[in-house]
């Protein structure tokens, strides 16, 4: 069978040289990372300045029907927005894959680290910022259905002053059926339900990695630092206390089906710990580190907290593709939409409804 066409804004290249567009197109400044799947490189369009990053798979694609069956390419692709990295182009050559994505000059991890280094703390106001637009990201995909699974401070990229949610290998669709793979997020930022391996897991994880990078912005380290699955388990109930059926409902058939025992512990005052953070921001941390996933705030019922209620300087709520300075009025639950991602022609206007937008 024919190898399926691409859709705008993916492009198929000839073979007859190795890496001809981004030899032509784009030259390499510097590696920038290195990961289990991809390669990422700093690059600048050599027609138009541009920088770009360029994210190279390891593995190989010989078709593009198999190239719009990753992940990465079915989030993305359906989520544009300012506080998520924008998928520029995607562009396929001698079998390899490449995503051309706009490029950032720094992360929320790196941020940290340099804070760290010089022995400061980051202003409540500034943590308040990343958060907001860290959210603003999470409601819009949790909204469009899909959620991230792999939310830590090296994948919240910044631009300036604009925080972006990036690295969308492990996002899932809201709407897909479990089990799922058992591999999911870095350990220090799993949820619980995630530690004690339940199948049923959803958007409410992406969550509970909210409030743990939050404690982390204002301590400046891993709040949960586990050496093992076990370990993760131990430090977070020694802050948490001890899960009951009373505060996760799940908690005790989900340890009896690994043969686990928790460990007893009563919870630990936040602010104990958390010397520089306000009532309200140690609520909002609370209530996203909640054992039972369904307490969890959404990520829109999260930006109305008290801790948000503020005078300080925050970005203008975002419904989509631009900011919009009119308030958002509260709103129901949406539904994820059902789409057929099998579609080539839906998968076609859809990108170039996207590229218009970008191109816009």
């Given amino acids: 069978m024919a190898d399926a066409r691409p859709p705008s ?5 000839s073979a007859a ?7 032509n197109q784009y030259r390499v400044t510097k590696t920038v990372g290195d990961g289990t799947y991809g390669v990422v490189m700093r690059a600048q369009n050599t027609q138009t300045q541009d920088v770009v990053a360029i994210k190279r798979m390891k593995r190989k694609f010989y078709s593009w029907q198999e190239c719009m069956e990753l992940r ?8 544009s927005h300012p506080n998520i990295v924008k998928l520029r182009e995607v562009i396929r050559e001698n079998d390899e894959l490449f995503f051309i994505f706009e490029y950032c000059e ?24 990343i958060m907001y637009q860290v959210l603003a990201g999470l409601s819009h995909m949790h909204k469009h259905g899909f959620f991230h699974r792999d939310l830590k401070p090296e994948n919240l990229l910044v631009a300036g002053d604009v925080v972006k949610v ?18 999911v997020s870095t350990r220090w930022y799993r949820a619980p339900e995630i530690l004690l391996h339940s199948f049923n897991y959803n958007s409410p994880i992406d969550l509970w990695a909210s409030g743990v990078i939050m404690a982390e912005l204002y301590m400046l ?24 059926p009373h505060t996760w409902n799940d908690s005790q058939k989900l340890a009896a089906n690994m043969n686990f025992k928790f460990p007893q512990f009563s919870p630990t005052p936040l602010q104990s710990l958390i010397t520089n953070a306000s009532a309200e921001g140690l609520q909002l941390m609370m209530d996203f580190m909640k054992y039972e996933p369904v307490q969890r705030p959404r990520a829109d019922e999260a930006m109305s907290y008290p801790f948000f209620q503020t005078d300080a300087c925050l ?7 631009r900011y919009s300075r009119a308030p958002q009025p509260e709103r129901p639950p949406v539904q994820p939409k059902k789409v057929d991602l099998d579609s080539t022609d839906e998968l076609i206007a859809e990108a170039q409804s996207m590229l218009a937008s970008i191109d816009a």
């Fill in 221 to 244: 380290r891993p709040l949960f630092p586990g050496t093992s699955e076990s370990d993760q388990i131990f430090k977070i109930c020694s802050v948490m206390g001890t899960p009951t």
């Fill in 106 to 129: 720094t992360t929320v991890y790196q941020q940290m680290k340099d804070m760290s280094n010089v022995g400061k703390q980051f202003a409540e106001d500034k943590i308040r910022s």
């Fill in 17 to 23: 040289a190795p890496n001809p567009v981004l030899l």
């Fill in 315 to 321: 970005p203008p709520p975002v419904e989509e593709t």
């Fill in 72 to 79: 990465e390419i079915k989030s993305l692709r359906k989520l």
């Fill in 9 to 13: 804004g993916v492009r198929p290249q």
């Fill in 166 to 183: 990036a690295d969308f290998g492990l996002a899932r669709e809201i709407r897909s059926r479990p089990p799922y793979t058992e591999y």
